[in-house]
């Protein structure tokens, strides 16, 4: 299956991989996490749903490293023809103000140190796609390793009704940093007509585990999804 895929080198809407992965973490830490609402393009997100080990305050966090995002079935969801879809393999980010190896990141270059350092211990990324009447899935890109980004020093917003933030494994304050994100992006510019199954997701380090599956069903550019507003009235 060959898909239009946003080369590494690329820019899409003016826009490099690294804009994007700045402007998809303030996505991923807003109150509109997975609420799509017909946009020109669609944000995947890996699984996140760390809970603190104990009541106390300051416990260490855990996730079920067996647990996984299911968006399958009545909870994916229904695109137009041509609408985009951004996939994180796997994402690290860092603010100033974060502490790595026991010191307070300070600048830049310290937040760059400090995300790839996440990265050299990842064992293994993965980003498979297939059509729901086929039994058979196919690599998104060839090569995934290539797809490594890095953001550009950024704005991270983080208000206090973030729907994700509270199950983070170090969650913010609310407030607004500065930050640097890294990680495996794959930007598809558009998906045929049809029904997909995406899987992607990522191991280590240690028994860190992230691992999504979602589906897409792609309408005719000349259909419109109705939206049901019954409970509205």
């Given at each position: 299956?060959?898909?239009?895929?946003?080369?590494?080198?690329?820019?899409?809407?003016?826009?490099?991989?690294?804009?994007?992965?700045?402007?998809?973490?303030?996505?991923?830490?807003?109150?509109?996490?997975?609420?799509?609402?017909?946009?020109?393009?669609?944000?995947?997100?890996?699984?996140?749903?760390?809970?603190?080990?104990?009541?106390?305050?300051?416990?260490?966090?855990?996730?079920?490293?067996?647990?996984?995002?299911?968006?399958?079935?009545?909870?994916?969801?229904?695109?137009?023809?041509?609408?985009?879809?951004?996939?994180?393999?796997?994402?690290?980010?860092?603010?100033?103000?974060?502490?790595?190896?026991?010191?307070?990141?300070?600048?830049?270059?310290?937040?760059?140190?400090?995300?790839?350092?996440?990265?050299?211990?990842?064992?293994?990324?993965?980003?498979?796609?297939?059509?729901?009447?086929?039994?058979?899935?196919?690599?998104?890109?060839?090569?995934?390793?290539?797809?490594?980004?890095?953001?550009?020093?950024?704005?991270?917003?983080?208000?206090?009704?973030?729907?994700?933030?509270?199950?983070q494994d170090e969650p913010l304050k609310p407030g607004s940093y500065y930050a640097v994100v890294g990680g495996y992006f794959i930007l598809v510019k558009s998906l045929p007509e049809s029904r997909y199954r995406i899987s992607f997701g990522a191991e280590g380090p240690g028994e860190y585990?992230?691992?999504?599956?979602?589906?897409?069903?792609?309408?005719?550019?000349?259909?419109?999804?109705?939206?049901?507003?019954?409970?509205?009235?």
């Amino acid at each position: 299956m060959k898909l239009d895929v946003l080369k590494p080198w690329e820019t899409f809407k003016g826009m490099s991989y690294g804009d994007w992965s700045s402007i998809w973490t303030n996505w991923l830490l807003s109150n509109e996490v997975d609420t799509y609402k017909g946009e020109d393009i669609l944000f995947l997100r890996g699984n996140i749903n760390y809970r603190p080990t104990s009541g106390i305050p300051g416990a260490l966090r855990h996730q079920d490293p067996n647990s996984f995002l299911d968006k399958t079935g009545d909870k994916g969801y229904k695109v137009i023809e041509g609408t985009s879809v951004l996939i994180p393999i796997t994402v690290a980010y860092y603010t100033i103000g974060d502490t790595f190896d026991g010191k307070t990141i300070e600048n830049e270059l310290q937040l760059r140190k400090a995300v790839n350092s996440d990265f050299n211990l990842i064992r293994t990324i993965w980003a498979v796609i297939k059509k729901s009447n086929s039994k058979k899935s196919y690599k998104i890109v060839p090569k995934l390793i290539s797809y490594k980004i890095e953001s550009p020093l950024f704005r991270l917003r983080v208000p206090a009704s973030s729907i994700l933030n509270e199950f983070q494994d170090e969650p913010l304050k609310p407030g607004s940093y500065y930050a640097v994100v890294g990680g495996y992006f794959i930007l598809v510019k558009s998906l045929p007509e049809s029904r997909y199954r995406i899987s992607f997701g990522a191991e280590g380090p240690g028994e860190y585990s992230t691992r999504s599956i979602y589906d897409i069903e792609v309408y005719p550019s000349t259909s419109k999804i109705t939206k049901d507003i019954s409970g509205s009235f």
